[in-house]
């Protein structure tokens, strides 16, 4: 009887270790893909140091000396000229910017206040 008994239990084990070393295989089995490594993007190792000594090659033309003096004289122009005037605009522009002053400070209140123009404001209400 006690051999019986053995048999039965060591048996069973048996079974149940089977059946669970198989569940653990098909789960390795379904996580690997057949498809290759995913694509590298970015840097690639080569394996070897770049060559310093090697110059790079440019983005664009660089400027002649010829062209260079060119634009250098041409921003000494443009900050000459506005030297020239010291910044003070004409009597008759300041009399514009301070009408438009007005009817725009006029303008933005109402819409800050809620009275808005349709007109100017389409979101009006």
């Known amino acids: ?33 057949t498809s290759g490594p995913a694509p590298v993007t970015g840097a690639k ?9 090697i110059k790079p090659q440019v983005a664009a033309p660089q400027f002649t000396d010829a062209e260079k003096n060119a634009k250098l004289a041409q921003l000494k122009a443009d900050e000459s000229a506005q030297a020239a005037k010291n910044g003070k605009p004409d009597v008759a522009d300041q009399a514009a910017l301070t009408e438009l002053a007005k009817k725009h400070g006029d303008e933005t209140l109402k819409q800050i206040e809620g009275k808005c123009d349709p007109a100017l404001d389409p979101t009006c209400k």
Do not use: K, Q, W
Request: charged share 5%.
């Open 45 to 53: 190792d080569t394996g070897t140091f770049p060559n310093l000594n």
């Open 1 to 33: 009887m006690t051999i019986n008994i053995g048999e039965t239990v060591f048996f069973g084990a048996g079974r149940f270790c089977c059946i669970g070393a198989a569940i653990v295989l098909l789960g390795i089995a379904g996580c690997s893909s």
